[in-house]
């Protein structure tokens, strides 16, 4: 409706308009104008006809013989969304680096945007080792147990915006490590490689690695689990991790190491690469009699930390439970209620 000459800011309950004919429902507009005094019929989503001032929903209105009767006052402006309110020519809808979320998808498309530039997802390979590693869902040998890494990194990459390159698992043999982590290092960007990176007489990925030109830049690391950590340079710059072969280990060092490196690679600013580290309490004493510092695992609840199952790096029983890590200093503890940090994932 268009209000009367002098009525700018609204009309009181019974103003009355002349109803004007042909209506305009949602879709292309059809180029309607309205005179001073008068309505017209329009529909929900519908563009206004041109000199509109306010819109009346039909259930606040009486309509019979082309005329109108609003039951309720009417504010300028009521039920009108104009162009620009929400999102406007020039406003910035996402930052280089931020995350294309749901409800960014929404706001690109309804501003008519098909397509954006986006740095591509990286390639990670995963390859596990260990002549004791079986399928899961094959029989289980006796003294072998179910390969359970390559199918948690794969997962782990996809948290960190990444894509897994399955390489399966590399035998206890130098040749047929080697023809692995080849594979990985021409197929992907990065390479994870779970197990093999202590000193035994059958761990072959260092050696390995060496072989095909990968330049160790540190090895161990001082922090429990996780202690044979390796990072390193492939010859064409691709980011090779060596984890533990132990799962808690692998993934605890995923977590801090690899997954912000490979959020860095994906377009991630640097600030928002690692998980966040969010104020916690301890829910009951904690205590690191260890010379490394020790990253618990536990449950993070209402901000109340509480270590979940057993804490050593073979026990993912505790690890399920689990939603978050405290790093405890070496011979450090922490008692009951103690205000604390805990990586959140």
């Not at 509109?52 to 009417?74: G, I, N």
């Not at 309110?85 to 294309?100: F, I, N, P, Y």
């Not at 035998?171 to 000193?199: H, N, Q």
């Not at 695992?297 to 073979?314: A, K, N, V």
Request: proline share 8%; with cysteine.
């Amino acid at each position: 409706m268009r209000f009367p000459a002098g009525a700018r800011d609204g009309l009181p309950a019974g103003a009355r308009f002349r109803v004007q004919a042909g209506e305009q429902p949602a879709g292309r507009d059809r180029g309607l104008a309205l005179e001073e005094g008068t309505a017209l019929r329009v529909f929900t989503g519908a563009p206004l006809p041109r000199g509109t001032d306010a819109v009346v929903m039909q259930e606040d209105a009486d309509a019979r013989d082309s005329a109108l009767t609003v039951r309720e006052t009417v504010a300028a402006g009521e039920f009108i969304r104009r162009a620009g309110a929400d999102l406007c020519r020039g406003q910035r809808l996402l930052a280089a680096g931020e995350t294309v979320t749901p409800q960014a998808v929404a706001a690109l498309a309804a501003q008519g945007l098909a397509t954006i530039l986006a740095p591509r997802r990286p390639r990670v390979a995963i390859l596990a080792t260990g002549d004791e590693l079986q399928p899961p869902g094959a029989p289980l040998l006796l003294g072998c147990l179910y390969e359970s890494n390559g199918p948690m990194l794969a997962a782990l990459c996809a948290v960190a915006g990444a894509q897994a390159l399955p390489l399966g698992v590399a035998p206890d043999d130098l040749g047929a490590t080697r023809g692995l982590i080849a594979r990985g290092l021409t197929e992907a960007d990065a390479l994870v490689v779970a197990g093999g990176m202590s000193v035994g007489e059958r761990d072959f990925v260092k050696e390995a690695l060496a072989a095909e030109g990968v330049r160790a830049d540190l090895w161990r690391v001082a922090m429990k689990p996780g202690k044979p950590f390796l990072f390193g340079r492939g010859r064409e710059g691709q980011a090779v991790f060596g984890l533990p072969g132990n799962p808690v280990s692998a993934f605890v060092t995923f977590l801090i190491f690899a997954l912000p490196a490979l959020r860095r690679m994906g377009g991630a600013p640097v600030a928002d690469a690692p998980l966040p580290m969010v104020p916690a309490v301890a829910g009951e004493p904690l205590a690191n009699r260890d010379s490394r510092p020790h990253w618990l695992r536990g449950r993070l609840d209402r901000g109340t930390f509480h270590p979940t199952g057993r804490q050593e790096s073979h026990a993912l029983g505790g690890l399920l439970r689990a939603n978050a890590l405290v790093r405890v200093p070496a011979g450090a503890s922490f008692a009951a209620g103690a205000a604390m940090e805990a990586l959140l994932w």
